[in-house]
């Protein structure tokens, strides 16, 4: 329970089997309670809490979770557990900035009965979320307890467990992982209680990725990687340990980075030796097998967000194993395990390989257009090979875009045995596109971005080909992607010319528009709806109205824009 003593022999864990987690009654639980206002006392603290049902961890949401809160748990008629603060939560985001207004879960182990207090009674109301471990789990949790600690090899991948021996496969991410590049290590603590036992922390983990997920409402467990105090290494955010998986952990550079969290709070007392010792190891071989080293500095571009120190676009030198502090505004990892960080980089840096870095050459062949019709694909092509120009054959390459916050990826492919890739994106806006692939032992390599237009799909229509004149002709239609419209509009000479009389501009809202244009005086007009600029321009076919002096059996066009010809 939280604040109980561990009780356990400090053991590293090895991955086991976990067909229990293919089983419905190993899948964690959600359930809440609201907390009006009113149940604060004038001292800031609630009654003693019934939670609707036994729970393993807690946090709150809401406007009333704004004033720093404190909980304290306890099985019903068991003693209380010590209080422990609610941290904010803030400071742990996606780069997009989704989700995180949810304070940081707090393991409870067990309890029936909770209870809050605040500096000053909170100015709203809030919500209690609670997450229930099934029994199943917790069992399987004692097994996955190994009987000696291991040793790796200097760089050698330490003993991980995976997803599958924790319980993830009982919660799956919302979407497919994300992946960009590994240039530094942040280290977090999860700002909750640090005695748990060995065989809670599968548990733990559990609890926090259906937290993470469900109330948090990101992809998945946002950090990459979990370590406990007795030196247990948990995969974290789906998407493969040896790959550069973008994180929810650190905003405005999960993209460039891993994020490894260490289950606890560290702002009064420093990380165990066993579980810096599991870091160390951990990053020794991360960060060596996407090509940086674990000592030294790095320039990465902050993408912004609200709880970055600094605004996008600002260059920020940060060490290869850095605090989470040193990016965004927050005091994570806690000031003691901050201050273990330099002995930390000098551990890996005493177990990383010493080979140099690999040389990758990765090419994009020029895409056959400048510009592709929406919705149509865009082929790309390219070969990876090793700097004595080897084919590298079996090798994923992402092909990416550049979002507003950095480059997103939006297709997959492997490399052929003679290292020649290929792959196709559906295309629906114009931006740049490039290639990337993260070949083991050697630094990520990406193909310099390549600008490709979007052809608009327009298409119109005209409710009539008659009308009275001096009134009004609807045509609608639609454009896709979303951008204005410009109807050219000209009237046939009487020696068959058309020549242009005016024009009317459109500014659709969504997909589909209409527009009212109003022919003045009689003739044969011909109308041509055109969108794009540049080398991404499109047509729709010319529409052919008559306007005629009388109106019998002539329907005209109502309502929205009108241009008058």
């Known amino acids: 329970m939280l604040g109980a003593a561990a009780g356990l022999s400090p053991l590293v864990s090895r991955a086991a089997p976990a067909a229990w987690a293919r089983s419905a009654a190993a899948a964690p639980r959600g359930f809440g309670l609201a907390v009006a206002r009113d149940a604060f006392d004038a001292r800031g603290r609630t009654a003693v809490l019934q939670a609707p049902a036994r729970f393993d961890l807690l946090g709150v949401r809401g406007a009333g979770a704004a004033v720093a809160l404190e909980v304290r748990v306890r099985p019903r008629g068991a003693a209380w557990s010590p209080w422990v603060p609610l941290g904010s939560g803030h400071d742990h985001r996606p780069d997009a900035g989704s989700g995180g207004h949810a304070s940081d ?53 330490p003993t991980i467990i995976a997803r599958a021996a924790w319980g993830g496969d009982a919660v799956k991410p919302r979407a497919d992982p994300g992946y960009g590049d590994v240039q530094v290590a942040f280290v977090h603590h999860t700002v909750s209680a640090n005695d748990y036992a060995a065989a809670d922390s599968a548990g733990i983990v559990l609890s926090m990725a259906k937290y993470h997920r469900d109330v948090n409402g990101w992809n998945d467990l946002g950090y990459n990687f979990v370590v406990d105090r007795y030196g247990q290494i948990f995969e974290g955010r789906a998407g493969g340990i040896d790959q550069a998986v973008i994180g929810a952990q650190a905003q405005g550079y999960n993209s460039h980075s891993t994020g490894i969290a260490n289950i606890g709070t560290f702002t009064d007392v420093g990380q165990t030796d066993l579980a810096l010792d599991a870091l160390a190891r951990l990053i020794a071989w991360k960060l060596p097998l996407h090509g940086a080293p674990v000592l030294g500095q790095i320039v990465l571009t902050s993408a912004g967000g609200e709880d970055n120190r600094y605004k996008s676009g600002t260059p920020v030198t940060l060490q290869r ?245």
Request: contains cysteine.
């Open 321 to 565: 194993i850095s605090g989470h502090r040193d990016g965004d505004a927050t005091a994570c990892p806690g000031d003691m395990l901050y201050a273990q960080l330099p002995a930390l980089r000098q551990r890996a840096a005493g177990i990383a390989p010493a080979t140099p870095v690999a040389a990758v050459a990765l090419a994009m062949d020029p895409p056959a257009a400048s510009a592709v019709v929406y919705g149509d694909p865009l082929a790309l092509a390219g070969t990876l090979k090793r700097g004595d120009g080897s084919p590298i054959a079996g090798q994923r390459v992402l092909i990416q875009k550049q979002g507003k916050s950095g480059w997103v990826t939006v297709a997959r492919t492997q490399t052929g045995a003679d290292g020649a890739w290929a792959a196709s994106v559906a295309w629906r806006a114009a931006g740049r596109v490039r290639a990337r692939a993260a070949v083991t032992g050697a630094t990520a390599a990406a193909t310099t971005g390549v600008q490709v237009g979007c052809t608009p799909l327009l298409s119109a229509k005209a409710t009539t080909t008659r009308v009275k004149a001096g009134r009004s002709l609807a045509v609608s239609g639609t454009v896709r992607p979303l951008a204005p419209v410009v109807v050219t509009v000209e009237k046939q000479g009487a020696d068959g010319t058309f020549r242009k009389v005016g024009t009317t501009t459109i500014k659709p809202r969504r997909a589909q528009f209409t527009a009212h244009v109003a022919l003045q005086r009689p003739g044969l007009y011909r109308l041509t709806p055109r969108t794009g600029s540049g080398t991404a321009k499109a047509s729709a076919a010319a529409l052919y109205v008559r306007a005629v002096r009388k109106s019998s059996s002539i329907a005209g066009g109502s309502g929205g824009t009108s241009a008058a010809i």
């Open 105 to 157: 879960p707090v393991w409870a182990g067990g309890a029936d009965e909770l209870q809050l207090r605040a500096a000053r009674r909170p100015r709203a109301a809030l919500q209690v979320h609670f997450v229930a471990v099934p029994a199943l789990a917790k069992r399987h949790g004692a097994r996955v307890v190994a009987a000696a600690a291991h040793t790796a090899q200097a760089g050698a991948q």
